[in-house]
């Protein structure tokens, strides 16, 4: 059996040249598209209606959409009781869209038993630009000694969407994770969306969801579509988060 045609758009094809996904076929394995182009308006589009681009260098752009989609509900989110006590001790500082280019670098850079990475000099300069519109937002985490680990991804409306995450330190991600879950909690986010399932992200809360129940809840949580602003203006103490006190802001 042959598998079924993939969409192919052009850079010339506006970002509606995308289908349903939820006409995409089984068969697909979640693979939407090909083509086009990482410009804003296309990847905004995109991410609203529960597509986005993953491939390598070297391949065409490829847009995904998998079924079921991984998600993590922020209220959901759970750490275990070791972690907590590393937590409790530890020194971390979150700080949010004050290193951004630095986060997408350590995300992209090679790490043991996984050489390359699909965040290509392309996607690098495509995510910059819509943290410069803040739309890309990064979670940080610092000790004395400087940058340690984070995450980054997109907020539309009261959702947000996970791309990519790396740590230098023991916890630093589940550090930046945790924290992002506590100020999308505090703003009535409604998911932050893991894209694909993995051993990591459902040990800490991620539950799989149908696509087109993912799409129904995509729908009223990018409405209205704007971009969220509301981000802690100063560094939050992990141990302060974890112990459930009201975070303060460090110097």
């Known amino acids: 059996?042959?598998?079924?045609?993939?969409?192919?758009?052009?850079?010339?094809?506006?970002?509606?040249a995308f289908p349903d996904i939820n006409s995409v076929p089984a068969e697909a394995a979640g693979l939407v598209a090909a083509g086009g182009d990482l410009s804003t308006r296309r990847l905004l589009y995109a991410y609203r209606h529960g597509i986005f681009p993953w491939y390598e260098q070297g391949q065409p752009t490829l847009w995904w959409s998998p079924d079921p989609r991984c998600v993590l509900y922020p209220e959901a989110m759970h750490i275990s009781r070791s972690t907590r006590r590393f937590f409790?001790?530890?020194?971390?500082?979150?700080?949010?869209?004050?290193?951004?280019?630095?986060?997408?670098?350590?995300?992209?850079?090679?790490?043991?038993?996984?050489?390359?990475?699909?965040i290509t000099p392309e996607m690098t300069r495509a995510y910059q630009?819509?943290?410069?519109?803040?739309?890309?937002?990064?979670?940080?985490?610092?000790?004395?000694?400087?940058l340690v680990g984070g995450l980054y991804g997109l907020a539309?409306?009261?959702?947000?969407?996970?791309?990519?995450?790396?740590?230098?330190?023991?916890?630093?991600?589940?550090a930046a994770l945790f924290a992002l879950c506590h100020v999308l909690q505090e703003n009535d986010?409604?998911?932050?969306?893991?894209?694909?399932?993995?051993?990591?992200?459902?040990?800490q809360?991620?539950?799989?969801?149908?696509?087109?129940?993912?799409?129904?809840?995509?729908?009223?949580?990018?409405?209205?579509g704007a971009p969220f602003t509301n981000w802690p203006?100063?560094?939050?103490?992990?141990?302060?988060?974890?112990?459930g006190r009201p975070p303060h802001a460090l110097q």
Not at 89 to 101: L, P, Q
Not at 129 to 146: D, M
Not at 156 to 174: D, V
Request: hydrophobic letters at 40%; a negative charge; glycine letters at 6%.
């Open 156 to 174: 539309i409306g009261r959702m947000f969407f996970g791309e990519s995450m790396y740590c230098r330190e023991s916890n630093a991600s589940k």
């Open 88 to 118: 409790r001790k530890s020194d971390y500082r979150i700080r949010f869209n004050s290193a951004f280019s630095e986060v997408i670098a350590g995300c992209a850079a090679d790490r043991p038993g996984s050489p390359g990475t699909w």
């Open 233 to 243: 203006e100063e560094a939050l103490n992990i141990s302060d988060l974890v112990r």
């Open 205 to 224: 809360g991620a539950t799989l969801v149908p696509r087109q129940h993912f799409a129904e809840q995509l729908a009223v949580a990018c409405n209205p």
């Open 189 to 203: 986010f409604l998911m932050f969306d893991c894209q694909v399932e993995s051993p990591h992200v459902l040990t």
């Open 1 to 16: 059996m042959h598998p079924p045609p993939i969409r192919i758009i052009s850079a010339n094809d506006p970002p509606e």
């Open 129 to 146: 630009r819509l943290h410069e519109l803040q739309w890309a937002h990064s979670i940080e985490v610092w000790t004395t000694s400087g």
